[in-house]
T-cell receptor
Framework: GQQLNQSPQSMFIQEGEDVSMNCTSS?????WLWYKQDPGEGPVLLIA?????ELTSNGRLTAQFGITRKDSFLNISASIPSDVGIYFC?????????????FGQGTILTVHP | NAGVMQNPRHLVRRRGQEARLRCSPM?????VYWYRQLPEEGLKFMVY????????ESGMPKERFSAEFPKEGPSILRIQQVVRGDSAAYFC???????????FGEGSRLTVL
């Protein structure tokens, strides 16, 4: 089946630093989604990308849909303590009417004040 | 959680018992997706249902697991004769018909003793 390789697995950074994480796949995806999950909660959608090459921002978050449609990255600028959590990339192969996602393994982010 | 409601939030069962997890989708939506998250892993697709129909159950174990979405009432994910390996968080998702983005509920956390 399809797999997404997400890296790094974990990051320990100081407050104020920038963060970058990425996902790669051997398969093509039509849509890339980035989620954040806090302990004991469900994943919350951060950014959605629909076109190859697309660069999208949401506040301090920026994500890009790779040209080959096989990769995506997420950047967080000027990190703050509430950025702590697990970040997941997810790829969608079907159309917008079919939400069968493949998830990466997650990146655990720890921010030291 | 974008209006996706799940219950119970936490469920404890002994080996061999049955677990029933419920999901009510976003208002106006007639489909749900169930995903499972094992500890320290990403979410994995289990089943996609529309009202009274199973559309895709390719991610659901063939034995002991079943899902339904009746005409009236919530979707039910049923696990019979639970084993310790069934301990996980089970998430229900709904998809935006405009953007294809998938939104998740808070999850049901099953612990099998």
């Amino acid at each position: 089946g399809q797999q997404l390789n997400q890296s790094p697995q974990s990051m320990f950074i100081q407050e104020g630093e920038d963060v970058s994480m990425n996902c790669t796949s051997s398969s093509i995806f039509n849509t890339w989604l980035w989620y954040k999950q806090d302990p004991g909660e469900g994943p919350v959608l951060l950014i959605a990308l629909y076109k190859a090459g697309e660069l999208t921002s949401n506040g301090r978050l920026t994500a890009q849909f790779g040209i080959t449609r096989k990769d995506s990255f997420l950047n967080i600028s000027a990190s703050i303590p509430s950025d702590v959590g697990i970040y997941f990339c997810a790829g969608l192969t079907g159309g917008t009417s079919y939400g069968k996602l493949t998830f990466g393994q997650g990146t655990i982010l720890t921010v030291h004040p | 959680n974008a209006g996706v409601m799940q219950n119970p939030r936490h469920l404890v069962r002994r080996r061999g018992q049955e677990a029933r997890l419920r999901c009510s989708p976003m208002k106006g939506h007639s489909h749900v997706y169930w995903y499972r998250q094992l500890p320290e892993e990403g979410l994995k697709f289990m089943v996609y249902l529309q009202k009274e129909n199973i559309i895709d159950e390719s991610g659901m174990p063939k034995e002991r697991f079943s899902a339904e979405f009746p005409k009236e009432g919530p979707s039910i994910l049923r696990i019979q004769q639970v084993v310790r390996g069934d301990s996980a968080a089970y998430f229900c998702g709904g998809q935006s018909t405009n953007t294809g983005e998938l939104f998740f509920g808070e999850g049901s956390r099953l612990t099998v003793l």
